[in-house]
Structure formats: structure tokens, C-alpha cells
């Protein structure tokens, strides 16, 4: 889902729309299968003899888990996006309560960003946008970051392109 048309100015465009690299999500991913198979165990090692009542308790702490584990999590990822237009960086998240924040592109006086070991084997990285605020807008786990960096500054210092790429 991207950002609806309502939200965009006249003569707007969409160059960029994306979520945080699926990477984010890859503890929450470890402990759900811990939590499945934690729960598989306990079926599997549970004597005959334990009342019906423990196998209620044992689907029902392995639901709590995984979406305490990986149900939420999920939820705040899909919910947030980064949406890169011809004139503005958006930055949208939340479940119930949305929080939003817009950068004119004329506001932006420096795009940097950083790659760390796990981020280069992904392709993902952080985006740092430099205004006169005191704190930059970071933007994390930002697929294809160098080319998101690249459409960026091409954007700030060379105007808007009529390419519209909606990956």
C-alpha cells in the first residue's frame, strides 16, 4: 500500500516508496520458529498421563509468544513506510496511532549514509538527511540504500526526474 494520492500536492510525484529491508524483522523471525518449536517439544514430550487442560495452556502461551514475538513487530514494519516524492521526504508509522514527518527537499542540506557489515550483505543501510534541525532524520534499513542515496541527491541538486520506480 502506498501513500494515497490524496496526500500529495499538485503536480506531485511518487519517485521512491518503500518499507524498512525485510531484514529488520530477522530476530522476530529466530523467535518464532524458537516459540514453534518450543511448542511442537512440548506437545511431543508431554506424557500421556498430563490432563487435556495442559495442551490448552501450552497453544495458548505459544499464541501470546508469537504474536508478542513476531505478530507486533510485523505489524510496526508494515505499517511504516518511506516515501521519497519530487519534492519532499515522508515518513509514516504506526498501528492505531499514525506519526508522520515531512522534509521539504529544499530543507535538506546534506544526504549521507552508512552501511555496516550486515547492511552490505542485504544491500540496506541508513539514509541520513542533514537540515538546520539540530538532529538529522534517520532513515533505517533502507533498501538499496546507495540507490535510494543516489535518486536522493540527483533529486536536491539536480531537480526532479520524470522516472517514477515503484519497487
Not at 502506498?2 to 531484514?23: F, N, T
Not at 510496526?76 to 509514516?92: A, F, L, P
Not at 521539504?104 to 552490505?120: C, H, K, Q, W
Not at 541508513?126 to 535510494?148: G, R
Amino acid at each position: 500500500m502506498g501513500l494515497p494520492e490524496k496526500l500529495l500536492g499538485r503536480d506531485e510525484v511518487i519517485v521512491r516508496h518503500m518499507h524498512e529491508h525485510p531484514k529488520a524483522l530477522f530476530w522476530n523471525v529466530v523467535g518464532l520458529i524458537i516459540v514453534i518449536l518450543a511448542a511442537i517439544s512440548a506437545f511431543l514430550l508431554l506424557p500421556d498421563s498430563v490432563p487435556s487442560w495442559v495442551n490448552w495452556v501450552i497453544v495458548g502461551t505459544s499464541v501470546i509468544l508469537v504474536l508478542v514475538v513476531f505478530g507486533y513487530p510485523w505489524l510496526q514494519w508494515i505499517t511504516s513506510t518511506y516515501t521519497i516524492t519530487n519534492r519532499r521526504v515522508i515518513t509514516r508509522s504506526g498501528i492505531i496511532t499514525k506519526t508522520g514527518h515531512d522534509i521539504p527537499l529544499s530543507g535538506i542540506s546534506n544526504v549521507a549514509y552508512e552501511r555496516g557489515f550486515m547492511d552490505r550483505l542485504s544491500g540496506a543501510g541508513t539514509i541520513i538527511l542533514e537540515t538546520s534541525a539540530d538532529n538529522p532524520l534517520q532513515l533505517h534499513d533502507v533498501p538499496k540504500v546507495e540507490q535510494v542515496h543516489v535518486e536522493l541527491t540527483d533529486l536536491l541538486f539536480h531537480g526532479p526526474t520524470t522516472r517514477t520506480e515503484r519497487p
